[in-house]
């Protein structure tokens, strides 16, 4: 196949490329990544290059989806187009580095500190010609008869050298009752272990000492999948079509992670292979991708996961690369939707054993609900889409430097805040919230979330916000800056998205036998829980109107309550029977699901 060259600036790197593949899969072969939300579909317009010498001919869906101006300039969508022999292009800045707004941290219930692995050091007598016992069996006899232990493989090849280093003095790591590793010489204080968030959008690892339960360092990033698309059916989509698809999203993932936890060894003085355990929590399908197990059926009926319960990888299979040389554990799924993440979310807030009937919810992509209390507990999530994150809105954008994340407006015109205190780049989840909220107060959007003309708002609105308003193409917008802008199409994706979790909200809470309004507590998880206004949220719908001072946002919940996993053995039997004593409902089979959210689709 015929192999041409092409310029990528601003690097100024020469790269050889397939002219049958699209700049996007060209680049990506190159790992030059570039966000694409919808996946590569030519539907959310985010891939944009720039071609700097003569560009292609525009395609239909380039021309929807970028302005006459953008196509004079050369700009491109990277799925839409290909690359010729000779181009050089311009790849905008990507956001992978900038993680100042990722959730690092949670509320959480206090607990034994008890983990799973210990490290026993033992002094054991030389074999004889008397006495010529196997090396582990030596071992073997010198722990403790009463919980009998078994030897991993990966463990005994490097017990004869082990064994022999020091005059036959080693530590013995051991995992509930199997031996992971024999070290030479006393290691016994050296016991650490590693939580990990796997998220959609975002990943987080933290390093513990596990005989303190302090947490060393967190390390946020945001999870490169998001090349692949925003949420999970666009990579279970890629996995389809590509024929090294898993492969491939299994190997991006676990490579950001091996670099954040090596990051994090070497910034607290550590080796990796002083990594004891891991435990990663996530939905079911980033589960999947992480552990390099086919989720393709957990994207269609009847959305069957391949696990559902706990996993423990003791071998370095499937995790080919020799760094992944400890243990890792995935905590129980509760369906092919409701993942360990949320489960850890139920352990952080101790709702199990909680006599506050709580709403919890995990508002991204998809939003999961769970209600009740200790005498009755029901989980469900609905496909929210990913408004809230900043995808598929026209300036939509994650939370970081240049996205504004809050507004409203004063007595003349509008204020703002903007991540990082820079020039406004786009809107991130929490801005659009409060600037929906904003309209509908006052009075520049209706209840049905149409724009209104100016003849037919109220007198108060200041001339300067009407002034904002551009009616002039098909779809009306409001302009904060000349480039930052909200749509009718963005104001109609928010509304979607609000009505199905308030929908969900509405259906779960009936299922627990209780209306909204005996909720005694709302617990907001979540980076865009953290963020959001409280205020702004209930204007549009979005979560029951309680009194505000009854409204928690509790931060990375998955997180800490993975931390706590990883850090008790109480709290792994207790994750082991939460799934068995909670209720599941699949809103999609519920009857009145549909007609709560046409009714939730009104800015009540």
Known sequence: MKKIEATVQPANRRIIVDPNLTAHANLRRHHIHIASDCGG????????????????????????????????????????????????????????????????????????LRPAVRKIYLELPPQTIEQPVSDAQLILNHL??????????????????????????????????????????????????????????????????????LTLGVAPAFNPQKIFGADVI?????????ESGLEELNQTLRSRLEEMIRALARDNNLDTNEICETVAVGNPTMQHLFLGLNPYYIGEMPYTPVVAGTMKVFRKKPFTSAFWDFPVETPPNFSGFIGSDILAG???????????????????????????????LCVSNCAAGPA?????????????????????????????????????????????????????????????????????????????????????DSASRFHITDSVYVSQGD??????????????????SKRCGLECGKISKVIIAGAFGNYINPRSAQRIGLIPRLP?????????????????YLLSTEIRELAARIPQIVELYELANEPDFMNEYVEEMIFA
């Open 41 to 112: 579909k030519g539907v959310c317009g985010k891939c944009k290059i720039q071609f700097l010498n003569s560009a292609p001919k525009p395609s239909e869906q380039e021309k929807k989806l970028l302005t006459r101006q953008e196509l004079n300039d050369g700009w491109r969508l990277a799925c839409q187009t290909h690359l010729f022999a000779g181009a050089e292009i311009s790849v905008p800045e990507q956001p992978w580095h900038l993680t100042e707004t990722i959730l690092t941290r949670g509320t959480h219930k206090k607990f034994e």
């Open 388 to 472: 809230f994150e900043g995808a598929k809105i026209e300036c939509g954008m994650s939370g970081i430097a240049g996205a504004i994340d809050t507004f409203d407006f004063d007595q003349s015109d509008i204020i703002y805040t903007v991540i990082g205190e820079v020039e406004p780049k786009g809107i991130c989840g929490s801005g659009l919230v409060d600037i929906v909220a904003a309209f509908l107060e006052i009075g520049l959007v209706d209840e049905t979330g149409r724009f209104l003309k100016p003849q037919e708002m109220d007198s108060a609105v200041p001339n300067a916000i009407k002034q904002r308003m551009n009616y002039e």
């Open 346 to 376: 139920i352990i952080a807030q101790d709702m199990v054993h909680s006599d506050e009937t709580q709403l919890f919810i995990d508002i991204g992509t998809n939003a999961e609900i769970v209600v009740g209390n200790k005498h009755h």
């Open 491 to 508: 104001i109609r994706n928010l509304q979607a998205a609000k009505a199905a979790i308030s929908a969900g909200i509405k259906i779960v």
């Open 144 to 213: 403790d008869s009463s919980s009998p232990c078994s030897f991993e493989l990966e463990a005994l090849t490097s017990l004869p050298e082990a064994l022999r280093k020091f005059d036959h003095k080693v530590t013995v790591t051991i995992l509930e009752n199997r031996i992971t590793k024999v070290e030479p010489g006393n290691t016994a204080d050296r016991l650490y272990g590693v939580a990990i968030d796997v998220g959609t959008s975002t990943i987080v690892a933290a390093l513990l000492d596990l005989h303190t339960g």
């Open 548 to 564: 505000l001072e009854r409204v928690y946002s509790a931060g990375n919940t998955a997180l800490e309550g993975a931390k706590m």
């Open 234 to 242: 666009s990579r279970i989509q890629f996995c389809r079509e590509h």
